[in-house]
């Protein structure tokens, strides 16, 4: 049985809506203790670590990633993505089931499973597809699904056309108690957009990828969620329009819920256009860089670490999803950590797959725009990325309460630094953010008791 004390730091809690400084004692895998009795509760011997003037919180929890394994370990796989969500501070991961083969029958989840317990470094939940082959158009055994263990539903990289199918699986989902989380494009509206329709789009003379793609089946969503009671998850959502009916539609309480990536609340469009026209037509200074700054990163026109899926939208949209998360709209903060093979994105704009790495950035990027601009406080961003997931998932993690398991993450907001291509643990170098300023880091993360990371080995102490 192992032991460690977590020594003089902030205890964060947002389950438990606790925020106060305090000593917390980890045994045999738990929280033991949180509080004045911690320190004196645990055996000699007693690992010992100095958080003091840090963040101690529960292990934060990502419910949107792709860890590519099986069929595309190219790109990514369970040990290297499990790696990444680790320095990121991150305990638990939830992976998404558009992998080759599709995660559509028990048999794939089983092998996941037993994959996720030989290489990954955190908690790897899983979830299976809605439509079989993620094709869209016959339902995949969602019982059997939610028997292997499953704890969602969800076609994510591609979203269910037929409203029929939707509406089913909404109602054999609400049956086996699973949230259907739905990546929200109607593809008729959509067609072959690869950037946001808009005066960017129409400069660079990319095809358009509208808002109302978005926005059509958040409505369609929300009419089935009514219809149905069957809980469903707007994924990655990036418009304006999608933020006011998940903002009505929550309040007339039904259930439904969304998430954001920083992605979409950190960029515009114009960073299509290159670096000179993104800095010339952003102005809210969210990575502490000047005009005429020698150190901005640059980049060129067209990038492909700029395309992904749902797009990013315009400054109005942005502000948007911001306001969202700031009122509680939006009650889940995500990465939507997508990693490609570097030949795959260095082709023309049009041909490069959607998406890009987050795992590692998210924390940082979400503390700069949320809790240091003001618009959320430092728990309740805790709680985007804790115990409201584990809600959504029925998971029991998000908490610091005595017994629940160790998951724990130790950060400091204020910590400055660079990110860098050579510290990554990712397999993928598919992020627009190398070579940015950024503020807030996780410096120890800690899953089921053990340190699966630690940035800095004078925290820990015999």
Known sequence: MNSLLLAGGRVIDPANRSDFIADVLIHDGKIAAVGPEAASQGPSGTERMDVTGLVVCPGLIDLHVHLREPGQSAKETIATGTAAAARGGFTSVVCMPNTSPPIDNSGTVALIHDLAIARGQVNVFITGAISKNIAGEELAPVGSLKEAG??????????????????????????????????????????????HEGYWSTVLGLRGWPSAGE????????????????????????????????????????????????????????????SDRFWESESNGIFGFDKGDSERPRWPAYDTNFKMNPPLRSPRDREAILAGLADGTIEILCSDHAPHCDYEKEVEFDYAPFGITGLETELALSLMQLFHTQRLSLSDLIAKFTVNPAKLLRLAKGTLSRGADADVTVMDPNYQWRFDKSTSASKATNSPYYGWKLKGKAVATIVGGKKVWVGDAKLVKA
Do not use: W
Not at 162 to 190: G, I, K, T, W
Not at 226 to 232: C, D, F, I, S
Not at 237 to 264: D, N, T, Y
């Open 150 to 195: 499953v704890v969602a539903i969800t076609d994510d990289g591609h979203c269910v056309q037929n409203n029929e199918l939707m509406r089913r699986a909404m109602e054999y989902a609400r049956m086996f108690d699973l949230p259907v989380m739905d990546h929200c494009q109607d593809y008729s509206l959509v067609t072959d957009g690869v950037m």
């Open 215 to 274: 926005e059509m089946m958040v409505a369609r969503n929300i009419l089935l969620a009514e219809a149905t009671g069957g809980r469903v998850h707007c994924q990655h959502l990036s418009a304006a329009g999608s933020v006011q009916l998940l903002r009505e539609a929550k309040k007339r309480g039904l259930p439904i819920s969304g998430e954001a990536c920083p992605h979409h609340f950190t960029l515009t469009d114009s960073a299509v256009a290159g």
